[in-house]
């Protein structure tokens, strides 16, 4: 049986080599693609999630079961040229969450079918999160009942993972950030407690003992703690690492562990390699990305309206807008304010909740479009200073052709570069 290759993570940052990993989630082929090309020219295996909402056995958001999604990736990457091997498949927050507002028991046996979906496609890093109530229960739960309902999930991983397939290795934690960021501006976060960990850490041992998983706590590799880092819809806490010291130094009494860190997304890259350096070795990112997608669109958009004014009946910007009032769910509850504060967070949010609609057939229909009207264009520089600024230097420099292609890539390829460099050990 092939080894996994995430099974000997915390050993990684005293050995030569990368410390730590980037954990891409995202679903988004614009995103994907940067990510093959970030990771193929370095040591690193490709770690691509999907999260419980996104993707799971009634098609998620995406519309894609976890077979889907792995065939939709593989097909990606026997076009970039990217070895099939070196691809790790997560998935992320495996639990209840897409079915909380149903009782317990029912949400559990849905959260069950939508694990052994994930083992069955060969995802083999498993992210087991129950801390949520369900309908009647309190909003978060205490350690051992969400322990409890982790081990359950996971003998349903185990009893479907096929014969001969990688065994699955599990992050486990109950101190998990909300899902795509907060829900509104913030000033400061509360550490993880070492005791805390540590109680969480116990709670699940003695879970996977009382239902016989013995083997498979044996390849827990990580507990997802906050290391005080996040962001709102227009604001980032960075990352303090004497906040987080305590907590860090507990890893030393939890040998073959690491810490995985949630919301990573807009850190620095000096933060995110301190994140790397005091343990937190699995460096979770997705809205960062797909922001930057939607930054570079939104400048390509604006380019080609200065070019080709009379060439669209509307632009992209006003396609986006249109969706997103026409389909408001994935956005309305988490934006506040006045009118028109609610339309500047549908668009420029960190929370990013707009890249729910790049899959929708009338957005993509006008990306293609965007792409067409600019295809072979050498795009004058004034106007990639004017609304791409942060790829004016290397347009300029000669690093970057003014195409928008290259435009595209670019953008995404600063943020993956910075989540590599994170994981290089210094010197």
Known sequence: MTRNLLADIAQWRHRSGPAGIPSVCSAN???????????????????????????????????????????????????????????????????????????????????????????????????????????????????????????RLAVAAEQARPAGAVAPVYVIGTEVPVPGGALEALAVLDVTRPQAARATLDAHRAAFGAAGLEDAFGRVIAIVVQPGVEFGNHNVIDYVP??????????????????????????????????????????????????????????????????????????????????????????????????????????????????YYWTDPLAEAAVADLLAILQGVDIPEPLIGQFLGADYADVRGGMTPPRAADLLSSGLARVMHDYVQATQPPG
């Not at 087991?128 to 081990?151: F, N, V, Y």
């Not at 986006?320 to 009032?325: H, R």
Request: glycine fraction near 8%; hydrophobic fraction near 45%.
């Open 29 to 151: 082929p614009f995103v994907i693609r940067a990510a093959m090309r970030a990771v193929l020219a370095t040591p690193l295996p490709l770690l691509i999630e999907a999260t419980c909402n996104q993707v799971n056995q009634d098609g998620g958001y995406t519309g894609m079961t976890p077979g889907d999604f792995r065939r939709f990736v593989e097909d990606l990457a026997r076009d970039m040229g990217f070895p099939l091997p070196r691809i790790i498949f997560g998935g992320d927050h495996l639990g209840p969450n897409p079915w909380k507002s149903l009782p317990p028991e029912a949400a559990l046996q849905k959260a069950e079918d939508m694990i052994r979906a994930y083992a069955a496609a060969g995802f083999s890093k498993l992210h087991l999160d129950c801390s949520m109530g369900c309908a009647g229960e309190p909003l978060a739960l205490g350690d051992t009942l969400t322990a409890a309902r982790a081990a």
């Open 242 to 355: 004497a906040d987080a010291a305590a907590l860090c130094a507990a890893l030393d009494d939890m040998p073959g562990l690491v810490f995985e860190a949630h919301s990573t997304d807009y850190q620095t890259v000096e933060h995110l390699g301190c994140l790397v350096r005091d343990g937190f070795a699995i460096l979770k990112v997705g809205p960062g990305l797909t922001f930057a997608l939607r930054q570079t669109l939104y400048g390509l958009d604006m380019i080609a309206q200065e070019l080709f004014p009379a060439a669209r009946a509307r632009t992209l910007r006003q396609t986006m807008e249109a969706l997103m009032q026409a389909h408001p769910v994935h956005w309305d509850k988490y934006y506040h304010g006045t009118d028109a504060q609610r339309a500047v967070q549908r668009h420029y949010s960190y929370s990013d909740r707009i890249r």
